[in-house]
T-cell receptor, first 112, second 114 residues
Framework: LAKTTQPISMDSYEGQEVNITCSHN???????ITWYQQFPSQGPRFIIQGYKTKVTNEVASLFIPADRKSSTLSLPRVSLSDTAVYYC?????????????FGTGTRLKVLA | EAQVTQNPRYLITVTGKKLTVTCSQN?????MSWYRQDPGLGLRQIYY???????DKGDVPEGYKVSRKEKRNFPLILESPSPNQTSLYFC?????????????FGQGTRLTVV
């Protein structure tokens, strides 16, 4: 059973780079790792996904080591509007199931 | 516009009174799922469906039922709600699974069972 662990909370200042790590064991061999952002009273919103090494899009980067037991979401130069909860998501495709497991979530607070 | 629509957004009900929360997506996605979100516990998957007439339990299925008679709809049914099912519920849809994991979420349904 895939299980994910994230830091509960982080504080940062505007303009800084923020790195949030998710530990995940036993994810499916061919499964991707996905990260979501959630604001209060809204559904999670897709940020980025990757399989291995490094992926970058217009809002974030994702680093995944060769053993794929963890992943790090990197937000460059955060602003106040990045204050939100960030979740990693992995699949649990063992024993014929096709479940998805969210991480515990990291509450990021960006300070002025 | 691609979207997942849940109804109602807010619901207060009494213990034991059957209710249904509807979910509809307009993206022709195969994979749909329901999550509940509780303080300190994050999002937990209740049920999922890989296609029409194919459903399976997630991590917290007790007390819930689902059906998938059409590809676009995936209602969540609480036959006999109890106070411990008071929670924020989200429906989500994905084009597939495995390599395709960008999920689109509804706006949520805040359920209170008294």
């Amino acid at each position: 059973l895939a299980k994910t662990t994230q830091p509960i909370s982080m504080d940062s200042y505007e303009g800084q780079e923020v790195n949030i790590t998710c530990s995940h064991n036993n994810i499916a061999t061919n499964d991707y790792i996905t990260w979501y952002q959630q604001f209060p009273s809204q559904g999670p919103r897709f940020i980025i996904q990757g399989y291995k090494t490094k992926v970058t899009n217009e809002v974030a980067s994702l680093f995944i080591p060769a053993d794929r037991k963890s992943s790090t979401l990197s937000l460059p130069r955060v602003s106040l509007s990045d204050t939100a909860v960030y979740y990693c998501l992995v699949g649990d495709f063992t024993s014929g199931t096709y479940k998805y497991i969210f991480g515990t979530g990291t509450r990021l607070k960006v300070l002025a | 516009e691609a979207q997942v629509t849940q109804n109602p957004r807010y619901l207060i009900t009494v213990t034991g009174k059957k209710l249904t929360v509807t979910c509809s997506q307009n993206m022709n996605h195969e994979y749909m799922s329901w999550y509940r979100q509780d303080p300190g516990l994050g999002l937990r998957q209740i049920y999922y469906s890989m296609n029409v007439e194919v459903t399976d339990k997630g991590d917290v299925p007790e007390g819930y039922k689902v059906s998938r008679k059409e590809k676009r709809n995936f209602p969540l049914i609480l036959e006999s709600p109890s106070p411990n099912q008071t929670s924020l519920y989200f429906c989500a849809s994905t084009a597939g699974w495995g390599q395709v994991t960008e999920a689109f979420f509804g706006q949520g349904t805040r359920l209170t069972v008294v």
